[in-house]
């Protein structure tokens, strides 16, 4: 199979699922159901870019931005108008909007606690 094929099939594939794409993302504006956000560094053509996770328990939005703070959370569009509650790490870009309201995961208070734990020796 040749570069240009694959090329071709992820681009197809792309215009094929971009009406459910943008769905998700109109979805996440109205709701109120509590929506995840993360991102984690990627390299794409050896330049480091953040892919962009958001989700609920039933839907799921990547997209990938060379940014991580605000300027990327503005392109992608959905946290600056989310309805429901933000649930996210301790990030300071996710505090600069004061019409999301805010909530910490506990999956990241739990590595900060271990983190205390083993560099401090605190228990």
Not at 47 to 62: I, M, N, P, R, S
Not at 88 to 112: I, K, W
Request: net charge negative; aromatic share 10%.
């Amino acid at each position: 199979m040749s570069e240009g094929t694959i090329v071709e099939a992820c681009n197809q594939t792309a215009e094929e699922v971009e009406p459910v794409v943008e769905a998700i993302r109109e979805e996440r504006k109205t709701s109120e159901e509590p929506t995840h956000f993360d991102e984690t560094g990627s390299r794409i053509e050896k330049a480091l870019w953040w892919l962009h996770v958001v989700c609920t328990h039933l839907l799921t939005y990547y997209q990938v931005h060379p940014k991580r703070g605000c300027k990327a959370l503005d392109a992608i569009g959905i946290f600056p108008v989310l309805k429901g509650p933000a649930i996210h790490d301790d990030y300071r870009s996710y505090f600069q909007y004061e019409a999301v309201r805010n909530s910490l995961c506990n999956a990241h208070h739990l590595c900060d606690l271990v983190f205390i734990e083993e560099q401090y020796l605190q228990i």
